[in-house]
């Protein structure tokens, strides 16, 4: 799913609504990590600009990106789920 806002474009892996709330998904299967830093930085850009809250969802492999994808997210309500935990 494509979102614009001003100068941000992004594309989600899949975006769904939680009552009111949008919800964004990406998928980390082999993104290098600055990929996805880049994309939770226009994710930030976005709520900046949009003052909208939503909640920014990462599903990766590994466990070992867990912490990294947290910490990255800072800021942002987000959660990041291993496959383990979604099969």
Not at 14 to 34: C, L, N, R, T
Not at 66 to 86: D, M, P
Request: with cysteine; glycine share 4%; charged share 30%.
């Amino acid at each position: 799913m494509k979102i614009m806002a001003d100068d941000v474009s992004i594309v989600s892996d899949a975006m769904f609504y939680h009552g009111k709330i949008p919800v964004f998904v990406e998928v980390d299967v082999s993104q290098p990590i600055v990929k996805n830093k880049a994309k939770i930085d226009k994710y930030r850009r976005l709520k900046e600009i949009s003052k909208q809250d939503f909640v920014l969802i990462w599903v990766t492999e590994l466990e070992s990106r867990r912490a990294r994808l947290n910490a990255l997210c800072g800021g942002l309500k987000s959660r990041v789920y291993t496959l383990k935990e979604i099969n």
